[in-house]
């Protein structure tokens, strides 16, 4: 699978697609090298069980095949909750699997948490975020099986995020460097660095990030995530929120030598805030990831 993973295209620079953003991606297609979409905000999910699930904007196609025609999509899902433990949603997979057909884009993704869970009328709830997994072995071999399953859908490479966390999940049979780097030994997908969320991480729960990076296989990482955040009661959130940290860039230049399979670096930042800070920061975060990955090259 390594192999696979070499011989996915190097995309360079992508944006991270909001619905606040579609003026500025048409006006600005040559700003970015690739899109990447959150598949789930073009649809409506009309929950597990009805014939017609999803219901997809009527607008959606329209957009999308502008955009494609310019530049190449890709998928990065929050839909699937692969860490639920009630049920696994193939419906989900096999939307996405659809969407891959449609838009051929050459790799997709999704978080390692769960956002899905069993009410106790029978009903599911979603939970609004990005809940974290315990590192067990009874959830390696779960993920694991679902990660098969989703590769043997989709003919395109799949990634897992590493994800945020606020609350640490006592008496877990592994840390976070070790759970992924099983995984994806194991499964053969390859992974997202969501450096964000590490940094957030670190200073939430006092460690070095350097620390986690050193004990990860970065040979695993297809995508970079990037993006900012923001300090509330003493909590520092992963609020995608405005500029990357210092901190940040900082870690995506130390690291880039030892990720030979870094195909792309995505600036992150919810639709939310883009009426706040207007596209000159885009622009400014687009032009600086570009600059990092010129002077790899060099």
């Known amino acids: 699978m390594t192999d696979r993973l070499a011989s996915l295209p190097k995309l360079g620079v992508g944006l991270s697609y909001q619905d606040t953003l579609p003026e500025f991606v ?48 890709i998928c990065h899902s929050v839909g699937l909750s692969i860490g639920s433990a009630d049920r696994f949603d193939a419906e ?48 390696l071999d779960m993920i694991a099986g679902r990660v098969e399953h989703i590769q043997s859908r989709i003919p395109v490479p799949f990634l897992l995020e590493n994800n945020v966390y606020y609350f640490s999940i006592p008496e877990q049979e592994m840390g976070e460097a070790e759970f992924l780097n099983r995984i994806t030994a194991r499964t053969g997908c390859g992974l997202l660095l969501d450096l964000h969320n590490v940094y957030c991480n670190s200073r939430n729960h006092g460690f070095d990030p350097r620390e986690l990076l050193d004990a990860l296989d970065l040979t695993r990482v297809v995508e970079v995530h990037l993006g900012g955040g ?62 990092v990955l010129d002077r790899r090259a060099a």
């Open 92 to 139: 989900h997979v096999g939307q996405i699997a659809a969407w891959q057909q449609r838009y051929g884009f050459p790799w997709h993704s999704d978080h390692l948490s769960f956002n899905r869970l069993e009410h106790a009328s029978g009903h599911t709830i979603d939970v609004g975020l990005t809940v974290p997994v315990p590192y067990d072995e009874a959830v």
């Open 26 to 73: 048409l006006e600005n297609l040559d700003g970015f090298d690739f899109l990447e979409i959150i598949p789930d905000i073009f649809w409506t999910a009309h929950g597990h069980g009805p014939e017609r699930r999803y219901e997809e904007k009527r607008e959606a196609d329209a957009f999308l095949s502008k955009v494609a025609a310019r530049r190449p999509i």
């Open 230 to 291: 923001l300090e509330m009661d003493g909590v520092y959130m992963d609020a995608h929120s405005g500029a990357t940290p210092e901190d940040v860039w900082l870690l995506l230049e130390e690291i880039l030598p030892r990720m030979p399979n870094l195909c792309g670096v995505v600036f992150e930042m919810f639709g939310a805030y883009y009426p706040m800070v207007g596209p000159g920061l885009l622009h400014q975060e687009l032009r600086r990831a570009r600059q």
